[in-house]
């Protein structure tokens, strides 16, 4: 059984940093896509950040520059380290993961997903 567990959310001022972390159990990721979403209330689920075997990384425009995804696939866990943070980051944000062999920046291409680390942005 396939679980994401996320950890590292909180409350941080605008301007600060935080670093998620997700870990992977029941299978290896290190060929396959793992990636960040968040939902902010009313909004729907969007994307954010996916890493992809070889190095390959793609951001949303709106966090490039200040949010950086890494995995340790010996860990088998990502990482999302947001820097400068703003007031409009906060969200719910959800590891997800996939074994399709492609990477996504589409919710509905990860079959695996975790329960959701809030992430709240004071101004």
Known sequence: ???????????????????????????TFSTSAMGWFRQAPGKEREFVAVSWSGGITLYADSVKGRFTISRDNAKNTVYLQMNSLKPEDTAIYYCAATLSGTYSNVAASYEYWGQGTQVSVSS
């Open 1 to 27: 059984q396939v679980q994401l567990e996320e950890s590292g959310g909180g409350l941080v001022q605008a301007g600060g940093s935080l670093r998620l972390s997700c870990a992977a159990s029941g299978r």
